[in-house]
């Protein structure tokens, strides 16, 4: 899959977009096939190093704020229901989502 990432803390020049391996659903995780994302002041903040607490790792993939489809939350299938919300990329993260209407 495709992914905007930085592999270092910097300016706009540090976004790069590059193929990622498709995550896999662990315990506590959805997967969302991801129809629209945006970048927010907070990921400015992280790319800037203002917010090294945030980045765990690099390379590093921005952009939380999603809307997409509920693929799946670890072994249960969910269909094809609609979802948006603001999910950090965390082992064990519970993102919070609310239904599209």
Avoid at 12 to 31: F, H, I, M, S, Y
């Amino acid at each position: 899959m495709k992914a905007i990432v930085i592999e270092k803390f910097g300016g706009p020049e540090q976004l790069k977009e590059q193929e990622v391996a498709k995550p896999t659903c662990g315990v506590n995780q959805v997967l969302i096939r991801t129809h629209a994302t945006s970048v927010n002041p907070v990921d400015f903040k992280i790319r800037q190093g203002d917010m090294k607490e945030a980045a765990e790792n690099f390379p590093l993939i921005l952009g939380g704020d999603v809307a997409g489809l509920w693929l799946k939350q670890a072994r249960m299938s969910r269909g094809s229901e609609k979802v948006t919300g603001y999910l950090r990329v965390h082992v064990n993260s519970e993102p919070m989502q609310n239904t599209l209407p």
